[in-house]
């Protein structure tokens, strides 16, 4: 599966931004979706995930309660709902998609990515 990031841009603290996720392939409903984000100098963290039904999601402590993460089977796209932003948000955001064996906040247990989108938050 091929994925492509997109919204990201530059916000005031405060704001709020929506970031999709759009998939190829007849199979994203059979994925795990996540997202991840990467500052500077900073290793890649995780974000939020959700199911392959979208059943089931999971926050890092970090953003509980301002983020929400969904998806669209229909329409191939996974989204993220990104509330109250602080300049402590400023990252490039990944979305990731692994096989449906149940979520994870592990790199290394997704095994596809996309390109990435920059999200800014001024302070």
């Known amino acids: 599966v091929q994925l492509q990031a997109s919204g990201g841009g530059l916000v005031q603290a405060g704001g709020s931004l929506r970031l999709s996720c759009a998939a190829s392939g007849r199979t994203f409903s059979s994925y795990d979706m996540g997202w991840f984000r990467q500052a500077p100098g900073k290793e890649r963290e995780f974000v939020a995930a959700?199911?392959?039904?979208?059943?089931?999601?999971y926050y890092a402590d970090s953003v509980k309660g301002r983020f929400t993460i969904s998806r669209d089977n229909a329409k191939n796209t996974v989204y993220l709902q990104m509330n109250s932003l602080k300049p402590e948000d400023t990252a490039v955001y990944y979305c990731?998609?692994?096989?449906?064996?149940?979520?994870?906040?592990?790199?290394?247990?997704?095994?596809?990515w996309g390109q990435g989108t920059q999200v800014t938050v001024s302070s």
């Open positions: 959700i199911s392959w039904s979208g059943g089931s999601t």
């Open positions: 990731a998609a692994k096989y449906g064996s149940g979520w994870s906040a592990l790199t290394y247990d997704y095994n596809f």
